[in-house]
């Protein structure tokens, strides 16, 4: 069989910290996907996407490109409309994310920055998983500085999002952020040592989809509480 990359997902709740670990860890010189970023650019210059997007939430197309303040107005706290809308983007996103592997197929390692890795299922095409994590408290304070965020709107997200212990639970590596870039550096160094010492992976995944996934269906308000 043919060697590929080692396959990570990067993960974390939002405010976590999880951009500034990927910068650490393109640092490093590892090819990173930022799921986030292949949305923004599907919705700013991709016709076939914004297409299907004004067909099936008219009035959010301005210029040409998808309005992502009138789109989060259209499917925030929808969940019909938000599955309509998934179901447009994740196909595209599918697609370029099994191009970036392609296309760095020679490297040791490659990452998937993926903000819903968990919630989304994706972990299952992941060998290993990294969670990025930090203090309630900073995580609120990173958040509520961005531009129109409030506190209503951080606790929606939040209850859309697996909890930051459940994420733990199921990670590989964790990787604190609350205590400054330099430690959050050193953290990334030894998950990476790490990976580096195992061989290359030949064949099917490493990792085996996790127990938690239906776990977090069935204990959810554990999870929520903090009582796992």
Known sequence: MTRRPL?????????????????????????????????????????????????AFPGVVIGGQVSRPKLGAAVFGNPSALRRLEAIIHPRVTAERLTFLKRNARHRLVVLDIPLLFETGIDKHCDRVMVVTAPEQVQAARVLRRPGMTVERLAAIRAQQWPDLAK????????????????????????LRQMRAAPPPVGSLLRSPPAGRRAYARNLSRYRNHRL
């Open 7 to 55: 396959i990570l997902g990067l993960t974390g709740s939002i405010g976590m910290g999880k951009s500034a670990t990927a910068s650490v860890l393109r640092g490093f010189g590892i090819p990173v996907q930022d799921a986030d970023a292949v949305v923004h650019r599907l919705l700013r210059a991709d016709r076939a996407t914004i297409g299907a997007i004004e067909a």
């Open 168 to 191: 733990r639970r199921q990670a590989d590596y964790i990787i604190p952020t609350g205590l400054g870039r330099a430690v959050t550096r050193l953290w990334v160094l030894r998950a």
